[in-house]
């Protein structure tokens, strides 16, 4: 439960983008699929759907952002981070975490690129 509630912060990332209704979208869809992807328990059917639009999400973030370079650089870490969480009986937590780092840099990216219109 705790990774479901965690991913639910990526929603915060609409705010600053309101303008872009297909930005907006691409951050609801690929958070929904994220959602659905830890309430069934990261069933694998439902994983290559939320790992396609998290690179969808990654792809329309450096086309966007006015701050190529910085775009890259954040998405880059949250990515490394994520790569590297151990799969072991802390994972939950430790995945919830960087679920909040994530939210995060979705949020920035965000508002880099609503400021940018």
Same mark, same amino acid.
């Given at each position: 439960?705790?990774?479901?509630?965690?991913?639910?912060?990526?929603?915060?990332?609409?705010?600053?983008?309101?303008?872009?209704?297909?930005?907006?979208?691409?951050?609801?869809?690929?958070?929904?699929? @994220?959602? !659905?992807?830890? &309430?069934?328990?990261?069933?694998? /059917?439902?994983? +290559?759907? *939320? %790992?396609?639009?998290?690179?969808?999400?990654?792809?329309?973030?450096?086309?966007?952002?006015?701050?190529?370079?910085?775009?890259?650089?954040?998405? @880059?870490? !949250?990515?490394? &981070?994520?790569?590297?969480?151990? /799969?072991?009986? +802390?994972? *939950? %937590?430790?995945?919830?975490?960087?679920?909040?780092?994530?939210?995060?840099?979705?949020?920035?990216?965000?508002?880099?690129?609503?400021?940018?219109?």
């Amino acid at each position: 439960m705790i990774l479901v509630l965690s991913t639910l912060l990526h929603y915060l990332a609409l705010a600053p983008v309101r303008k872009y209704p297909v930005y907006s979208s691409i951050i609801g869809i690929s958070t929904t699929l @994220s959602v !659905i992807y830890h &309430i069934y328990d990261e069933h694998q /059917y439902i994983m +290559y759907p *939320d %790992y396609i639009m998290a690179g969808v999400w990654f792809l329309t973030d450096m086309a966007l952002s006015p701050k190529s370079l910085e775009t890259l650089a954040v998405n @880059s870490i !949250i990515f490394i &981070i994520n790569i590297g969480i151990p /799969y072991n009986k +802390y994972y *939950d %937590y430790t995945h919830s975490a960087w679920h909040l780092l994530s939210a995060y840099k979705a949020w920035h990216v965000s508002k880099i690129i609503g400021e940018n219109s």
